[in-house]
């Protein structure tokens, strides 16, 4: 099970922090991805990070203002968030795969997502 924490209400230009807690199985052998959905949109890829945390992907439009990270200790993964735009209002969702690719189809487990609504 994933459970997403940290969205909410943040003005433009603003910054959160979102944690993906897992429980009943072990991150560190899961790639571990962060996807979001906007209203009247389908879900997108916005970050990856592999097992170890050596390594990093981002969407185009969050690369230079967001950042993944992973912390296996805790079994949990975060996504920082910096210089929010009205355009990153979605519901954020975590996600872990076996395979190191941007497809949603190939990760397996889900969170439930959490909200993030970047408002003035």
């Known amino acids: 099970q994933l459970e997403e924490s940290g969205g909410g209400l943040v003005q433009p230009g603003g910054s959160l922090r979102l944690s993906c807690a897992a429980s009943g199985f072990n991150l560190d052998y899961y790639v571990m991805g962060w996807f979001r959905q906007a209203p009247g949109k389908e879900r997108e890829f916005v970050a990856r990070i592999t097992g170890s945390g050596g390594g990093t992907s981002y969407a185009d439009s969050v690369k230079g203002r967001f950042t993944i990270s992973r912390d296996n200790a805790k079994n949990t993964v975060y996504l920082l968030m910096n210089s929010l735009k009205p355009g990153d209002t979605a519901v954020y969702y975590c996600?872990?795969?076996?395979?190191?690719?941007?497809?949603?189809?190939?990760?397996?487990?889900w969170g439930q997502g959490t909200q993030v609504t970047v408002s003035s």
């Open positions: 996600a872990a795969g076996r395979v190191w690719v941007a497809t949603m189809s190939a990760y397996t487990y």
